[in-house]
């Protein structure tokens, strides 16, 4: 059974202080690692997709790599607006569906 | 160019009320998708569908029905709502393969 796990739930960063999130992963057969933003009161916003273990993706103060076990998501010099939840998900070669993991809610203060 | 819209946006029941959440998408999306989340659960797909005429259960169906009515609506019913479909209900669409699923804002739903 396919399986997505964050770490940690919650992290409070101050601004300018660095820090990466966790998405441990299992499936079987990777299609795509998907990372999205989520604010409160709204539908996850995409951020980056990841096919192979290797790849790593930018925008802005954000880096996405990824492992054959995990993924990351690196953040660099973050700002306030950058306060959000962090969603992790997954897509098997089996199937159409996305397998989310519960999210890493990110808190940067000023 | 609206993306994935969702209506309504709020709706409270009482239970054993039915209703039907609407989701369109603008976007000539093949695949749209309907999830729900609840506090420390995470995003759980309900039912789906792959292309226009199909639809596939997800991980949580039970007490939901869909209709693909074509290509760009997608509605989720529930015949008899119960307090435990009390939630926050995301429709989503994808144009093909492994491409970025499109969200719409969300119907928060309460069923007292």
């Known amino acids: 059974e396919d399986q997505v796990t964050q770490s940690p739930e919650a992290l409070r960063l101050q601004e300018g202080e660095s820090s990466s999130l966790n998405c441990s992963y299992t499936v079987s057969g990777l299609r795509g690692l998907f990372w999205y933003r989520q604010d409160p009161g709204k539908g996850p916003e995409f951020l980056f997709t990841l096919y192979s273990a290797g790849e790593e993706k930018e925008k802005e103060r954000l880096k996405a790599t990824l492992t054959k076990k995990e993924s990351f998501l690196h953040i660099t010099a973050p700002k306030p607006e950058d306060s959000a939840t962090y969603l992790c998900?997954?897509?098997?070669?089996?199937?159409?569906?996305?397998?989310f993991g519960k999210g890493t809610s990110l808190l940067v203060t000023p | 160019n609206a993306g994935v819209t969702q209506t309504p946006k709020f709706q409270v029941l009482k239970t054993g009320q039915s209703m039907t959440l609407q989701c369109a998408q603008d976007?000539?999306?093949?695949?749209m998708y309907w999830y729900r989340q609840d506090p420390g659960m995470g995003l759980r797909l309900i039912y789906y569908?792959?292309?226009?005429?199909?639809?596939d259960k997800g991980e949580v169906p039970n007490g939901y029905n869909v209709s693909r009515l074509n290509k760009r609506e997608f509605s989720l019913r529930l015949e008899s709502a119960a307090p435990s479909q009390t939630s926050v209900y995301f429709c989503?669409?994808?144009?093909?393969?492994?491409?970025?699923?499109?969200f719409g804002p969300g119907t928060r739903l309460t069923v007292l």
């Open positions: 998900a997954v897509q098997a070669n089996s199937g159409y569906a996305l397998n």
């Open positions: 569908s792959a292309s226009e005429g199909t639809t």
């Open positions: 976007m000539n999306h093949n695949s």
């Open positions: 989503a669409s994808i144009l093909s393969g492994v491409n970025e699923q499109f």
